[in-house]
């Protein structure tokens, strides 16, 4: 970090007394020239003094005053700056014009402010405010660590990892929990109310994956033919299917299916206690059937075409307008 006259720390030197020279110093000149910078910091801003001295060497009153400014050359200070002292006044160049870095108030209690900003008294750190911090090591905290709303944790490239949205007078929050060898991990909800969700709310069309890696949906047919269903994101293992509503909910229905890409398998029941009737069947070459409790012959009946990369295709043979959920695993 390059010099500044405004460096809250700021390093001294032994014998730095110098004498000013031509031009000297008028009211708010920004550079000075001196008789030289010899053993003056040159990687921090420095705090110095000018005054004016007699024949015997003893100060001039009214002549002292601080400043700040940097070291620029082996004769040169920039970017001076008025602090204090005296009164700021002009000088002339000459032996009898003292240039020289202090221990003053004005440099050491400037220190002493910049390091209150983020320390305590006793020498721990308090809040800290920082562009960046870098480690090699681990970060130890006895206590929360506050991240504000919306903010983020992110990658080596500055990519967002997580993102943290926080609700007013929130109770309840995610707890992840660490596991030893031969256990499982575990996201956990926890918090003041006795009963917790947890909720995955995905963005726009997409779908929650991995854990058990299945997805539930529903979908309806309406003629006979090729079925595809979509938007389930991968290209299922199996899907097993139950009945939802439809025209063929003549009495009490029990149905159930399956199919993978080699096998699937399909049964309903039906009864009606007030006509006295009830049916069944079951089938190895469908994987989902319905029917009435007047007949075992399914009005609803479709079977297996094809997995595919964001659902499944079934072929209806037999169709009564109805509703069928599913749930599809990877």
């Not at 000013?20 to 009211?27: C, D, E, K, R, W």
């Not at 949906?217 to 033919?225: C, D, E, K, P």
């Not at 979509?230 to 293992?237: D, I, M, N, Q, S």
């Not at 939802?244 to 029990?254: C, E, L």
Request: hydrophobic letters at 35%; aromatic letters at 8%.
């Amino acid at each position: 970090m390059a010099a500044s006259a405004s460096d809250y720390f700021q390093k001294v030197g032994r014998a730095t007394a110098t004498t000013l020279s031509a031009p000297g110093y008028t009211v708010g000149d920004t550079s000075i020239t001196v008789g030289s910078t010899t053993n003056w910091p040159t990687s921090t801003g420095v705090t110095f003094a000018i005054d004016t001295v007699d024949s015997a060497g003893v100060r001039i009153d009214g002549t002292y005053n601080v400043f700040r400014g940097t070291v620029a050359t082996g004769t040169s200070i920039t970017n001076v700056t008025y602090v204090g002292g005296d009164t700021n006044r002009n000088y002339a160049a000459g032996a009898t014009t003292r240039v020289y870095i202090l221990i003053s108030s004005y440099r050491d209690n400037r220190m002493v402010d910049g390091l209150v900003v983020e320390h305590n008294q006793d020498g721990t750190h308090s809040d800290i405010t920082a562009t960046t911090v870098a480690t090699t090591g681990v970060i130890s905290t006895g206590s929360n660590i506050k991240v504000a709303d919306t903010k983020s944790i992110v990658d080596g490239n500055s990519n967002e990892l997580i993102k943290f949205s926080q609700t007013a007078s929130a109770v309840n929050e995610l707890t992840v929990k660490n596991a030893a060898t031969g256990n499982a991990v575990q996201i956990q909800a926890t918090g003041g109310d006795t009963n917790i969700g947890v909720t995955l709310v995905p963005k726009g069309t997409g779908k929650p994956s991995g854990f058990a890696n299945f997805y539930a949906g529903t979908f309806t047919i309406s003629g006979t033919g090729n079925k595809a269903v979509t938007g389930v994101g991968f290209t299922p293992k199996l899907v097993v299917f139950d009945w939802v509503a439809g025209s063929s909910a003549t009495a009490d229905n029990n149905t159930s299916g399956w199919m993978t890409s080699t096998a699937q398998f399909a049964k309903w029941s039906s009864s009606n206690s007030g006509a006295n009737t009830s049916a069944r069947n079951a089938y190895t070459d469908s994987c989902f059937a319905n029917g009435s409790s007047a007949s075992s012959t399914a009005s609803e009946r479709a079977s297996y075409v094809s997995m595919d990369s964001d659902g499944f295709t079934v072929n209806v043979s037999t169709s009564a307008s109805g509703t069928w959920a599913f749930i599809a695993y990877a």
